[in-house]
């Protein structure tokens, strides 16, 4: 056997490793005790890794970002594009496609943005309005959420992964939606007009199945590149990308360029991408966590994320199924939906970026990413809790049939 062959065998491996939710997971929390560890052994040397600029070309593209800004602004937006592909197949292709599939994680994904963001505002006495910080405890991070429903969640019905995924993506989706409206200072409407010239030759050059790299990657770097300088939050690059990429075969495909993509770039996402964001952005002072015990903002993040989402979430699903509009998937019961709110107070990545981009100083932000680390790891340990006490019940008794769709009843 050649050694390219022993080369290429050993990458297929690896990314086989690296696809698996449990290792996205896994990674994220490596980060993140990476992270707190180096912030607080030695605390000049971690900011000034991550304050350190890099530019890159000419000042007018305004690409002089620091590390932490290239791991929050470029590398995100390629794990947006993912999430972009993703939620698109399944409202199109996959198990949402349908109105009817689709209304019920679009109502839980309401209720897990609407509540959270309520409660915060309440909690936090109205410190969470200044700067949008009401925005922090609206997103639920997809690889650490299906990371613990892999790691727990065995024996339940694939429904459950698909209702998580779904409801996931499209919450974060309005996250990304509410940082391009509530962060933008002034927008270059020369760059937006060519970034969107730039996302439609993207969909025209798909349908005519021109898809080499040597094309398409210094294509999708241009959007990015545009996006960036409009002002915006250049993580809405990748959504749109994501979202105009085909998810089904065009002509004699054997498999759409979605896929491929999605293929390809999830391990990079999983492995590499999302712990480099967790290693920059997870590294807060242990003094931190002293603040945030009596700050307002940081009680209205934390119960925002934690008890906000449960209930949102919770209460959209229901909502859906009692308004007649939505069915559960097949083989989920109720008892399934509870455990998939408390997944979904998992904020981590996207409250991460949006804590860094609401607070107004870096003290503030490290107490508000403090509440955040504290609410995400306290809703990992309770939806393990009852993810496996969920899959007894499941692995006990025979599989729930579906709740009648809205026309049978």
């Not at 996205?24 to 052994?41: E, K």
């Not at 770097?221 to 250049?234: D, E, K, L, P, R």
């Not at 603040?291 to 859906?320: Q, R």
Request: with cysteine; proline share 5%.
């Amino acid at each position: 056997m050649s050694r390219r062959t022993d080369d290429r065998g050993a990458a297929a491996t690896l990314g086989d490793f690296l696809r698996q939710e449990t290792t996205g997971g896994r990674l994220l929390l490596l980060a993140t005790a990476v992270a707190l560890i180096w912030a607080n052994a030695a605390p000049g040397a971690y900011a000034q890794v991550w304050g350190a600029e890099a530019g890159l070309g000419p000042d007018w593209l305004h690409l002089h970002l620091t590390l932490a800004g290239w791991a929050s602004d470029a590398l995100l937006a390629i794990f947006f594009f993912v999430a972009g592909v993703e939620v698109k197949r399944e409202l199109t292709v996959g198990e949402l496609a349908g109105w009817r599939a689709a209304a019920l994680p679009l109502f839980a994904a309401g209720g897990g943005m609407l509540v959270p963001a309520a409660i915060a505002l309440a909690v936090s006495r109205g410190a969470a309005a200044d700067s949008g910080a009401w925005a922090i405890p609206v997103a639920t991070d997809i690889a650490f959420a299906l990371g613990v429903l892999a790691l727990a969640g065995a024996g339940l019905p694939a429904g459950v992964r698909v209702l998580l995924l779904s409801m996931a993506v499209i919450d974060d989706l309005g996250a990304i939606a509410l940082i391009a409206l509530l962060f933008t200072s002034g927008v270059n409407l020369a760059y937006l007009v060519l970034a969107v010239l730039l996302c439609a030759l993207y969909w025209w050059l798909h349908r005519r199945r021109i898809t080499t790299p040597w094309v398409m990657v210094p294509l999708a770097v241009a959007v990015w590149i545009c996006v960036h300088s409009t002002g915006v939050h250049a993580t809405v690059a990748g959504i749109a990308l994501g979202l105009l990429t085909p998810v089904a075969p065009i002509g004699d495909e054997n498999e759409s360029a979605g896929s491929r993509l999605e293929h390809r770039l999830h391990p990079l996402s999983a492995g590499l991408i999302v712990p480099l964001f967790a290693l920059a952005a997870a590294g807060i002072s242990l003094g931190a966590f002293s603040d945030a015990l009596t700050d307002p903002l940081a009680h209205g993040v934390f119960f925002g994320l934690l008890a906000g989402k449960f209930l949102g979430i919770f209460g959209g699903t229901w909502l859906a199924v009692r308004l007649r509009i939505g069915t559960l998937p097949s083989g989920v019961g109720w008892g399934d939906v509870v455990p998939i709110a408390m997944l979904g107070a998992i904020g981590y990545t996207v409250s991460l970026l949006v804590s860094q981009l609401a607070t107004p100083d870096a003290a503030t932000a490290q107490i508000a990413s403090t509440a955040v680390l504290a609410a995400s790891l306290l809703a990992s340990v309770i939806a393990i809790v009852l993810l496996r006490r969920r899959g007894r019940v499941h692995r006990s008794s025979p599989p729930r049939p579906a709740p009648p769709a809205a026309e049978d009843r």
